[in-house]
């Protein structure tokens, strides 16, 4: 079954009761038993609702996978993975990392004994020197938030298999549109699904999916444990969602493209960061592993002027600045002051953060108008 018949069918099936082609919003806390433990599948919906139910296999077969999770934020179901581990594991990730994840792993779960590296994981030496018997996570996200760079997931693979690791990857950038991370070795997928799988700017939640049978039953473990589980209205307008992801996915690459070539002929513009570009540093990594290179793009400005950055994200008028990405109407963000504010100045310096980096979430409105009102803010 090809991905576009997959977004719409998988996980979800006419109502028994009634026909109705949608699933229903199943709104109750509780199910009524025949006789004790004597139940139709469902109990009690923190441990499983319906709903959810039908989103988490709808996840789980747009991914590749068997098994879904779904949870009340993309920051939960990672909360739900570093849970698997014990004090004095290690985790490996990349120096250039989503602001909140970086802000779970160091000011959560740091302090309960877990260590984490970051390091530049484009250089695959580089995972390695700091890979030893204690690793038992390494933790990708690619393209990463927010430079864009492409991290080789069946070179990540690899390295985590050899050590006993586990490959765990953030897909939310790419979507299972643009990329499989499990086709590509990887043992757990991780969403913000409030992003593009969601794609309507209405909805927080995150996701996990494995095909590992134990991975599963800890990952069902620690959801049921520890109630960071999404509702069934939300599951229910994810579901909508994802019915279209593949026709937005088409629009928002389209849109990416030619928002990108245009911003690296703008004379104030210092560097694009978008890797559909031939001359980005892992180019040819992107194109082996992703069907596509999304709508996410990142671009500085000549001098390196905060002022200047700030000026710009606020004289636009079709891109709204905030918070967040992957919906529908186009976003503009300051990542210094915004998404990754929680990471110290001189660590996000370090990766490419820096004062001017202007963060895009191209939407799937008319190119042309976007591209205008880019024009007029860059003036």
């Given at each position: 079954m090809k991905f576009g018949t997959k977004a719409i069918h998988a996980g979800v099936h006419p109502d028994p009761t009634t026909g109705a082609i949608m699933t229903p919003i199943y709104q109750t806390s509780t199910y009524v038993q025949d006789g004790v433990g004597n139940h139709k599948g469902?109990?009690?919906?923190?441990?499983?609702n319906p709903t959810r139910h039908a989103l988490e296999k709808n996840i789980a077969a747009i991914e590749n996978g068997k098994f879904g999770a779904c949870f009340g934020s993309g920051l939960a179901a990672i909360d739900c993975v570093i849970k698997m581990l014990n004090p004095g594991d290690e985790v490996i990730s990349t120096n250039d990392l989503y602001g909140g994840s970086y802000r779970i792993f160091k000011t959560i779960f740091e302090k309960y004994g877990i260590v984490f590296h970051f390091v530049d994981m484009q250089n695959t030496s580089e995972v390695e020197r700091v890979?030893?018997?204690n690793t038992k996570i390494i933790w990708v996200e690619t393209p990463t938030n927010p430079m864009m760079n492409i991290i080789?997931?069946?070179?990540?693979?690899?390295?985590?298999?050899?050590?006993?690791?586990?490959?765990?990857?953030?897909?939310t950038f790419a979507t299972p549109y643009l990329q499989t991370p499990l086709d590509l070795g990887a043992d757990i997928v991780?969403?913000?699904?409030?992003?593009?799988l969601g794609g309507h700017s209405d909805v927080i939640m995150g996701a996990l999916v494995t095909s590992n049978d134990k991975i599963a039953d800890e990952m069902y473990r620690i959801q049921n444990s520890s109630g960071a589980v999404t509702g069934p209205m939300d599951s229910f307008l994810v579901l909508r969602g994802i019915k279209t992801l593949h026709l937005r996915m088409q629009r928002h690459c389209e849109n990416g493209e030619k928002i990108a070539h245009y911003l690296k002929t703008n004379s104030k513009i210092e560097k694009v960061y978008w890797p559909g570009f031939e001359d980005h540093p892992n180019?040819?990594?992107?194109?082996?592993?992703m069907r596509g290179f999304g709508g996410m793009i990142s671009f500085t400005l000549k001098g390196n002027n905060l002022e200047d950055a700030l000026t710009i994200v606020k004289k636009v008028k079709l891109f709204a600045l905030a918070e967040s990405l992957g919906g529908v109407e186009s976003l503009i963000g300051h990542p210094a002051t915004m998404t990754h504010a929680s990471i110290p100045k001189e660590v996000r310096e370090k990766s490419g953060v820096v004062d001017s980096l202007i963060r895009l979430s191209v939407g799937v409105e008319d190119v042309d108008d976007l591209i205008e009102d880019l024009k007029q803010a860059l003036i």
């Open positions: 469902y109990e009690y919906s923190r441990t499983q890979l030893n018997k080789d997931i069946s070179a990540m693979s690899k390295i985590a298999k050899k050590s006993g690791a586990l490959l765990c990857v953030d897909n991780m969403h913000s699904v409030t992003k593009y180019h040819t990594i992107a194109k082996h592993q």
